[in-house]
């Protein structure tokens, strides 16, 4: 995770030292353990609020409009945790933002249930939040439809973006913004609406095609809430389990979704 394929124990045990924790002096907090001990559901309740709260206040940049993997960065200290040092500080995943693990950190904000917050994020980090402006893009400098496989922290190059159009993170920007926050799942065959929106979202649509079939789904939210979803119909008839049988059938398919 940290580096040239290590993980945190076999760092501990090559080097003597722990990374990633408030007593080290470089990399005191790392977004991956944060985010992931959340979607995981490895960690106890309460420390993942704890987690969650400690990644936002430290990692969470909304005046560059970035996510960053660690800090502090590598630089002076003794920790040797392999190639990642050998980037400058805020460059790439020495202290820049890392773009899987900031929609990974936006996932877990949708797993605790903060609709506004992970919607905010998502925007946050797209491309086109990092160039609506020309003096935005003039910063940005790579493309405005694509997303960046990093974001630099440094000082003297904060909020370029690099690596674009190389990046598998494109496919989790994508997931995350379907499955977490729209709340579309399809598994087995099923269909199921699990939003985590703004709270002033009062209503929304997806059109989702199913190999012959089309499902038109709407989805309110009365009492702007983020998350929750009371009665879901479909073509009028209420679904005890909230679930939706998909059918390879040519048919067109309305469904009903009212949050709680």
């Known amino acids: 995770m940290l580096g040239?394929?290590?993980?945190?124990?076999?760092?501990?045990?090559?080097?003597?030292?722990?990374?990633?924790?408030i007593e080290s002096p470089e990399c005191k907090i790392d977004s991956i353990s944060q985010s992931w001990s959340i979607i995981s559901d490895a960690a106890d309740n309460d420390k993942k609020y704890h987690s969650i709260n400690s990644l936002?206040?430290?990692?969470?940049?909304?005046?560059?409009?970035?996510?960053?993997?660690?800090t502090p960065a590598f630089s002076k200290?003794?920790?040797?945790?392999?190639y990642i040092k050998r980037y400058p500080e805020g460059i790439r995943e020495n202290g820049g933002q890392y773009t899987h693990a900031a929609i990974w950190a936006i996932i877990a904000f949708t797993k605790l249930g903060f609709g506004?917050?992970?919607v905010d994020l998502f925007e946050m980090i797209s491309p086109i939040?990092?160039?609506?402006?020309p003096e935005?893009?003039?910063?940005?400098?790579?493309?405005?439809?694509?997303?960046?496989?990093?974001?630099?922290?440094?000082?003297?190059?904060?909020?370029?973006?690099?690596?674009?159009?190389?990046?598998?993170?494109?496919?989790w920007y994508y997931k995350a913004g379907i499955e977490n926050i729209l709340g579309l799942q399809v598994n087995n065959g099923k269909l199921r609406i699990n939003p985590?929106?703004?709270?002033?979202?009062?209503?929304?649509?997806?059109k989702y095609k199913y190999k012959s079939s089309l499902y038109e789904i709407k989805i309110y939210n009365p009492n702007g809430n983020n998350t929750g979803v009371k009665e879901v119909k479909i073509n009028g008839v209420v679904q005890e389990d909230k679930e939706?049988?998909?059918?390879?059938?040519?048919?067109?398919?309305?469904i009903e979704v009212e949050m709680l």
């Open 4 to 21: 040239m394929g290590y993980g945190l124990e076999e760092l501990i045990q090559i080097t003597g030292e722990i990374i990633g924790s």
């Open 56 to 70: 936002e206040s430290h990692l969470v940049d909304r005046q560059a409009g970035i996510i960053k993997l660690l």
């Open 77 to 82: 200290s003794d920790l040797e945790p392999g």
């Open 116 to 118: 506004d917050k992970a």
């Open 129 to 133: 939040g990092h160039s609506k402006t």
């Open 136 to 171: 935005k893009s003039d910063v940005y400098k790579i493309e405005p439809y694509v997303i960046s496989a990093d974001i630099y922290s440094n000082p003297d190059m904060l909020g370029r973006g690099g690596w674009s159009w190389y990046t598998g993170s494109s496919s």
């Open 196 to 206: 985590c929106i703004k709270s002033d979202w009062k209503e929304y649509e997806i």
């Open 244 to 254: 939706i049988v998909l059918r390879d059938d040519g048919g067109n398919y309305f």
